[in-house]
């Protein structure tokens, strides 16, 4: 019986959701290692222990509370030696995180201090005897590999969403961790810009919006604007003939001649689908289409179509993702 | 001998060594261009110096200015026989081909020199009023410098108006010394005789003789520097010349990757071929090619006269410095129009360069290869081989090209197709349809009589991928034993190619030879253009020989033979506006064929052509790469191009290439209008009993 | 700057992957192979980097089999100097046993920086880089989406969820390179040729032992065929239900 450390990432002084999912993955690991503990490590400022609780509504047994200054951002060389001192000091048999922005440099960091074994991006994991198995999506999710590491510990961070975070309430335990100070040269974080301002970029965005010629002017790009901010932080992209004619600037050009784009949702708004269009777009993980002629294109790589008029359909669509997102 | 004859000798070596050194140095201009073998095919090269240079073939293309020229140009080769017996006559007073010729022959060489005169003075007349008083916008633009041609043109008029003049004063002395077949020198001569007496006017005669003889040498010296240089290299830049055949029309050549040089392709003057600098002699200015360029109508910077003029002016500056040319004091003004450029040192010359300091990338990547600039040119330039070779030098030696094309060079290198699809999905058009492999079809031993090259257009275009069905279904009903490659096709390079890699090319293109070969292909059909050019007159530079059809003309055949098994044409009459694709017409002048196909098919089509047509009409803008960029400078080729078929008022439109499909579809859509766009195969297949 | 950029051979992203007959492999007929492309990000912004600072040495590395060496050459015909190739009969998956060949070579280069692709398109792992600055103590910065240097400090942009960091650091550091950085050029046939002469050294990969292997690789089950789930905005709280439920992106 073997207990499983947590990173509980935290940003601007709250727990965020991957940190419960990684709570959640790190329960399913104990239990398939057999039944330890979920130590779950809370770095944040001075403060952040207050939150404490939630992580135990969430499944930790033990809540490591670490709170340094530095903490109020991403400190990750102090992060990860705070992480691997405990994990080493406290014999756990693996290292859960989420395979966020943070996870994603920590995890390596943290397994090369512990000369650990390391999987990423992981979406399921199971263990037999010394050996944890996980699923691994790779070649851009179009191949799943299952991964069987043998050691112990092991660095397993988990793809945010995979694990739907589940409440199993415990009073957790509530304990101090010392931050350990980093050494050598490191990284300073000059300054943290959070977005909203202006929208994300089309290769970074998980969603993005787009509109073709059926919007018919580019006065009707208001609305497309309007979709994208409705579902919260979306990018707005554009068809060669749209940018053609300068409804749009060329930097929203998706497409062979423009950017090529695999974000989780993709809504094509009154795009046909032309070849060089959808040498761009073709690989998002889920399409949406609209577009008043039910032969076009674009319908063959949808995953759901609505066939119709784009300009009457927006509104509404807006309206109703608004809806359904506040209802979260 | 008089004094006069001597003083005449004297003038006539120095003028006649002045213009043999002008000349020899123009030649040792051309030979700092790379050599080119330009003398196989002797009888074609003849052929198209009748053609093309004596009977003006090409000049007859423009109503106005053709028959004008011609005249001029017929008028001059008439007159050369003259001038050369006047140049005689001023050393040696006695000679004269009168006793050279029989009687009869040379009645009618004196009287067409009498009546050529009259005929070339009215002809340059009128050329001169065309150019000061109705500027044809085609001779304006590319900063052209007009004197010269005024120059030139007075020149001509002045050398008519003396020999007519003396010929006259002449008869006014002595109305025996010519015979009555000089109609119009008889007159003037005797309405001079009643005005003065015969010594005046002998004393006249030999004020206009003299003119008239120092007005021909001094023309002849003028020549090397000015433009009108054409009226000596214009046949032979026709001679060598092949844009008119010999070898395969519009076919790029092919080039040595694995030499040894710093540079590949043209970035200045001493890269081109001679035959690209000759071309820089010849250019007339005429702006016929500029004209008829779909990018330049459209409001891009690239002209293809400018190119020509341009590889000139750098000539002009360039090969006196190259050549340590002893006559540089005086130098041909034949690169006017750069006037900075004029005083610079030589440092400074060997600074400039052809690319970015006279023509810019912009320029080159706007051609769509159309090859309306080269059927224009009257005297057979080829300027398609400049830019050709221009950006060949941009993409392999500094990787200098539109943004939009490196990810289709990548995926051409990686997917074989110049979009990012997956090989694997290449024949996903076929599903329910049960078209053999190639390998399939030698898995059970067989072996087909065609291959259908689907093209990457026709195997992933949504649109396109109509057109193959549509031309499936007609081998089908046909019974045609066919198959395809499926997987195993991937772009032979001819994009790659067009837009100037010809490292990527090569690769592709000898793939694809390997594996025609591999399944022993002999005849091919394909219903892109571009593949249709590029397998049927490219790939034999590489050893890969096949028999290429394009589909209109294999759809026309079993139409002839009938073997469509069509149903019988009812309904109304369909009025329908072909637009020929560049590649099928200027560049394989199949013209009648896809146009025959629709006809045989659906006799109650009637085809209206619009003004543009045929082998003058304007591309659609999706050529020589031009797919694959953006199209931010000027109206869109495609949107010029649809407006002119719409405005016929055909209730459909026609292709025969996938690109000019997607080039029009999105023309018609952008205008608004719902008529639809038809590729000849649809409509033949739309005829084809259930 | 002396720079170093570590690469990984990987095949085309537009395949369509098939599993080898082992199942712990995908089948590689007919794939094509070539820099990986976060590899390809890297090697460009070295070459930036360079060209800006005016001189300096880029040095490319590779671990695998002796096909790694034509992805090699192909950075030098981008302009990179010199290659070395860590001999290898395959790239182990396990990114901390490939860290520690890096490490063990890299140690003793003198780079001034060190970058990475921010992973490789296979394996889809992001380890091998920022496992190599700890093994090497260097300060690390995981998937840059910017990054410039002045003098002895670098600046760089790291993008969060929804928000993105600035960065400064110290030099020797490791750098894992995102998209945004630097669009790779194309190689001229001038580069390709120049290519063939340049330097490129071999040796053995001193790979550490490999604690994570592939038990089986698999296909994601078949994506659902499109539907058209209706007309007009009568169909609209059919699709979001759909983006809710099934598809789960709301
Ligand atoms: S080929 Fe066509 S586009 Fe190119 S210069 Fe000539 S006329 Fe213009
Ligand atoms: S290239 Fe030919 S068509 Fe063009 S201006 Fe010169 S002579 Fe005229």
Redesign the interface.
């Known amino acids: 019986m073997a207990n499983v450390l947590v990173f509980a990432e935290t940003?601007n002084g709250e727990i965020r959701k991957v940190a419960l999912e990684a709570v959640t993955a790190a329960r399913k690991l104990a239990d398939a290692t057999g039944g330890g503990e979920v130590h779950a490590v809370l770095a944040g400022p001075p403060g952040i222990g207050e939150k404490a609780p939630l992580l135990g509504t969430y499944g930790a047994d033990v809540v490591l509370v670490s709170e340094s200054a530095d903490f109020a951002?991403?400190a990750?060389?102090s992060l990860?030696a705070t992480m691997a001192e405990r994990a080493r000091s406290g014999g756990y048999r693996a290292v859960v995180l989420g395979f966020?922005?943070?996870g994603?440099?920590l995890?390596?960091?943290v397994?090369?201090?512990l000369?650990?074994?390391?999987?990423?991006?992981v979406i399921d994991l199971s263990a037999a005897g010394d050996t944890i198995?996980v699923k691994?999506?790779?070649?851009?999710?179009?191949?799943?590999?299952?991964?069987?590491?043998?050691?112990s510990p092991v660095v397993i961070s988990v793809r945010p969403?995979a694990f739907t975070a589940v409440q199993a309430p415990k009073a957790a335990r509530v304990d101090t961790l010392v931050p350990v100070a980093a050494q050598?040269?490191?990284?300073?974080?000059?300054?943290?810009?959070?977005?909203?301002k202006g929208r994300?970029?089309l290769?970074?965005a998980s969603?993005i919006v787009s509109g073709g010629r059926g919007l018919k002017a580019p006065e009707n790009f208001k609305l497309v604007e309007a979709l994208a901010d409705a579902?919260g932080?979306a990018a707005v992209g554009a068809t060669r003939a749209v940018t053609d004619d300068g409804w749009r600037p060329h930097s929203d050009q998706i497409g062979q001649t423009g950017r090529q784009v695999s974000p989780?949702?993709y809504v094509a708004l009154g795009i046909s689908g032309a070849i060089q269009h959808l040498a761009g777009m073709r690989t998002s993980?889920?399409?949406?289409a609209i577009n008043k002629d039910?032969e076009a294109p674009i319908?063959?790589?949808?995953?759901?179509?609505?066939?119709?008029?784009v300009i009457?359909?927006l509104p509404?669509?807006t309206a109703?993702?608004k809806a359904?997102?506040e209802g979260? | 001998m008089t004094a006069g004859n001597i003083v005449f000798l004297f003038i006539l070596i120095v003028a006649v060594g002045f213009f043999s050194l002008n000349v020899q140095r123009l030649v040792s201009y051309l030979q700092i261009g790379h050599p080119d073998a330009r003398t196989g095919h002797p009888f074609t090269r003849l052929r198209n110096v009748f053609e093309i240079g004596i009977a003006q073939k090409k000049i007859f293309r423009d109503p106005v200015a053709g028959p004008m020229h011609a005249l001029i140009f017929w008028g001059f080769m008439v007159l050369t026989a003259g001038t050369l017996e006047i140049l005689i006559a001023g050393v040696y007073p006695a000679f004269s081909f009168e006793a050279l010729l029989p009687k009869t022959i040379y009645t009618v060489y004196s009287a067409s020199q009498d009546m050529f005169a009259v005929v070339v003075l009215a002809a340059v007349s009128f050329a001169l009023y065309r150019r000061m008083v109705l500027h044809p916008r085609r001779l304006d633009g590319d900063d052209l410098e007009h004197t010269d041609a005024l120059i030139i043109l007075s020149m001509i008029a002045g050398l008519m108006i003396t020999l007519l003049l003396s010929n006259a004063f002449m008869l006014a002395a002595f109305p025996q010394a010519m015979g009555p077949e000089k109609v119009v020198s008889h007159q003037l001569g005797s309405a001079f005789a009643h005005m003065m007496d015969p010594r005046t006017a002998l004393a006249r005669y030999h004020i206009f003789w003299w003119a008239h003889a120092l007005l021909i040498l001094a023309f002849l010296n003028y020549l090397p520097y000015s433009k009108h240089l054409h009226v000596i290299t214009s046949l032979i830049n026709v001679y060598f010349s092949n844009t008119s055949g010999p070898g395969v029309k519009g076919a790029m050549r092919s080039m040595d990757?694995e030499a040894?040089v710093?540079?590949?392709g043209a970035s200045d003057v001493e890269q081109l071929s001679w035959k690209n600098l000759l071309d820089g002699y010849s250019c007339t200015e005429c702006g016929r090619c500029t004209a008829a360029c779909p990018a330049n109508i459209t409001g891009k910077l690239l002209s293809p006269r400018k190119i020509v003029i341009n590889t000139r002016q750098r000539l002009m500056e360039k090969a006196p410095v190259m050549t340590g040319d002893r006559m540089d004091f005086m130098r041909p003004a034949l690169s006017h129009g750069v006037e900075s450029y004029e005083a610079a040192t030589s440092d400074e010359v060997l600074g400039h360069r052809l690319l970015d300091s006279y023509i810019t990338e912009e320029e080159l990547w706007a051609c769509t290869s159309c090859r309306a600039c080269v059927v224009e040119c009257p005297v057979s330039i080829d300027q398609l081989d400049i830019i050709n070779e221009m950006r060949r030098n941009l993409?392999?030696?500094?990787?200098r090209?539109p943004?939009e094309l490196?990810p289709v060079?990548?995926?051409l290198?990686?997917?074989g197709s110049p979009w990012?699809?997956?090989?694997?999905?290449r024949a996903g058009w076929t599903e329910g349809l049960d078209i053999p492999t190639m390998a399939q079809m030698r898995e059970r031993g067989e072996k087909p009589d065609i291959l259908f090259w689907v093209g990457c257009m026709g195997s992933f275009d949504d649109r396109a991928k109509k057109i193959t069905v549509a031309f499936a279904h007609i081998l089908r009903a046909c019974g045609i034993n066919f198959a395809i490659l499926g997987?195993e096709e991937a772009c032979h390079g001819d994009p790659a190619r067009r837009m100037g890699n010809?490292?990527l090319y090569q690769i592709l293109a000898k793939n694809t030879i390997e594996t025609l070969d591999r399944y022993e292909v002999t005849t091919i059909v394909t219903h892109c253009p571009h593949c249709f050019h590029q397998m049927g007159n490219e790939l034999p530079q590489f050893g890969g020989n096949y028999e290429v059809i394009h589909h209109s003309t294999y759809i026309e055949r079993l139409l002839q033979d009938a073997r469509v098994p069509l149903r019988s044409a009812e309904g109304q009459k369909l009025t329908v506006a072909y637009h020929d694709s560049c590649y099928l017409g200027r560049y394989n002048d199949v013209y009648d064929a896809p146009r025959q196909a629709m006809k045989r098919a659906l006799p109650v089509i009637e085809l209206i052509e619009a003004p543009r047509t045929k082998d003058r009409g304007l591309c659609c803008g999706a050529g020589g790469g031009r797919m694959f960029m953006e199209e931010n400078t000027g109206k869109r080729i495609n949107a010029e191009r649809t407006e002119e078929l719409l405005a016929t008022g055909a209730a459909a439109l026609a292709v025969a290439c996938p690109f000019c499909m997607t080039m029009l579809t999105d023309g018609v859509k952008a205008n608004g209008s719902e008529v639809p766009v038809y590729d000849i195969s649809e409509i033949v297949a739309g005829q084809l009993q259930a | 700057m002396k720079i170093a950029v570590c690469m990984k051979r990987t095949?085309?992203?537009?395949?369509?992957?098939k599993?080898a007959a082992s199942s712990t492999a995908?089948d590689e007929t007919?794939l094509?192979f070539?820099m990986d492309d976060f590899a390809g990000y890297a090697v460009e912004a070295a070459l930036q980097l360079n060209e800006k600072a005016g001189g300096g040495e880029t040095v490319v590395y590779a671990v695998g089999p002796d096909n790694v060496q034509e992805t090699l050459r192909k950075a030098m015909s981008m302009g990179v100097d010199r290659a070395v190739h860590l001999k290898a009969d395959a790239v182990p998956?396990?990114?901390?046993a490939v860290?520690k060949a890096l490490a063990a070579e890299l140690k003793t280069g003198g780079y001034d920086l060190i970058l990475f692709g921010k992973h490789a398109?296979?394996?889809?792992?992001?380890?091998?880089?920022?496992?190599?600055?700890?093994?090497l103590?260097?300060?690390?910065?995981?998937?840059a989406?910017q990054l410039s240097v002045d003098g002895g400090t670098g600046?760089a942009r790291?993008?969060?969820?929804?928000?993105?960091?600035?960065?400064?650091?110290?030099l020797p550091?490791v750098v894992t390179i995102d998209?945004?950085v630097a669009?790779p050029?194309?190689?001229?046939?001038?580069?390709?040729?120049a290519a063939k002469k340049k330097p490129m050294e071999t040796k053995p990969a001193q790979l550490g032992s490999a604690?994570?292997?592939?038990?089986?690789?698999?296909?994601?089950p078949e994506?659902?065929a499109?539907?058209?789930?209706?007309?007009?905005?009568a169909?609209?709280?059919e699709?979001?239900k759909?983006?809710?439920n099934e598809?789960?992106?709301?």
């Open positions: 940003r951002r991403f990750r060389e990860a966020s922005a943070q994603r440099d995890g390596p960091r397994a090369a201090r000369d650990a074994p390391i999987a990423t991006d198995t691994h999506p790779a070649y851009a999710n179009k191949v799943i590999m299952t991964l069987a590491i043998s050691g969403s050598g040269a490191t990284v300073t974080v000059v300054d943290v810009k959070e977005g909203a994300p970029d290769g970074e969603i579902f932080n989780d949702l993980r889920t399409i949406v039910k319908f063959k790589v949808a995953d759901y179509g609505i066939v119709g008029d009457e359909i509404v669509l109703a993702v359904a997102r979260h | 990757l040894d710093e540079s590949f993409v392999l030696t500094e990787s090209f943004a490196q060079f990548e995926s290198e990686r997917n990012a699809f997956s090989a694997a999905d997987q010809e490292y | 095949p085309d992203s537009e395949s369509r992957f599993i995908i007919g094509k070539d998956v396990d990114g901390i860290a398109f296979d394996s889809s792992a992001g380890v091998v880089g920022t496992a190599t600055a700890e093994l103590g260097l300060p690390c910065i995981t998937a989406s600046s790291r993008e969060l969820e929804g928000a993105a960091e600035i960065l400064s650091f110290p550091a998209e945004g669009r050029r194309y190689p001229s046939l001038k580069g390709i040729m604690r994570v292997t592939i038990q089986k690789m698999e296909l994601p994506r659902p499109g539907r058209i789930i209706g007309e007009g905005s169909a609209v709280p699709l979001v759909l983006l809710q598809a789960k992106v709301l």
